[in-house]
């Protein structure tokens, strides 16, 4: 098996299989893409936030666990290079280093040395081999996870076993793929108000957060003149989910059954305990 499975305790990069005989093994899935297509034919450049992916990654490390990363078609991930600001590591600048050197030794965005592996292989895998899933945000996941056909089987399978499956910020866009036809659905998204609810949905009536209206409108203008196609919070609560959010920019995170979800950038730790406390049962 050519899986590159990383481990890690205290922050150091052990090797592949895990250690400690309670170490569970967490697939962290990102998006392959580094543009997000816009309305009017405009594009925006754009990846995984940092500490969206490395606050978790790291507690998962430090506490022993393995962690396999995946993205859809098995390319290195693009790091958002606007996340490298101290403000969503509580502007302790020691902190971000600290993470932003455990990404750099991980090699996840080389594209020579990632150890990404594509969904196919991990359903290849078998789906068994995985005890929770991780998916972090930043805009990526909304231009190829909601509608990857791979990941909804995958959270068809985790929803069925009622294994714990966290996400953060945009990430949760990526439940969508979980429809039978994502990609119908969204294209109504881009209709407009108007648009027709989804079909049955798996995660219809769980209770989760997503990046908010709010901050999507207070945060436009990092999309230089662009609009989104839609946003997240309305294509979650079009698709059935019971959303609440706190105020902008400040943590929240919901727990519904094996659902985990973190509203923004700065709910990204908080989804980690959530998910680690998960893994303790």
Known sequence: MNTTILKA????VLGLAAVAANAANVL??????????????????????????????????DAGHTLTFATPLGKAPTLDRSSLD??????????????????????????????VVSLARVEQNGYGHYDAIYIPGGHAPMQ????????????????ANAKPTALVCHGPIALLSALEQPARFTATLEQGAHAAPAPAWI???????????????????????GAMKF???????????????????????VADRELITGQNPASASAVADQLLARLKR
């Open 9 to 12: 305790a205290a922050g150091t």
């Open 28 to 61: 962290v899935v990102l998006s392959d893409e580094s543009q997000l297509a816009l309305r009017d034919q405009r594009s925006f450049s754009t990846g995984f936030y940092a500490n969206e992916l490395m606050q978790p990654v790291k507690k998962l490390l």
């Open 86 to 115: 101290k403000m969503y590591f509580g502007n302790d600048e020691a902190s971000m280093r600290q993470h932003v050197e455990l990404l750099d030794k991980l090699q996840l965005t080389s594209a020579e040395h990632s150890p």
């Open 144 to 159: 190829d996870l909601l509608h990857s056909a791979p990941l909804g089987r995958l959270l068809r399978d985790f929803h």
């Open 203 to 225: 995660y219809a009536g769980y209770k989760m957060t997503v990046f908010s209206n709010a901050e999507e409108d207070a945060s436009k203008g990092m999309l230089n003149g």
């Open 231 to 253: 946003w997240p919070q309305d294509a979650l609560q079009k698709a059935g989910g019971a959303f609440s959010s706190a105020a902008s920019w400040q943590t929240w995170v």
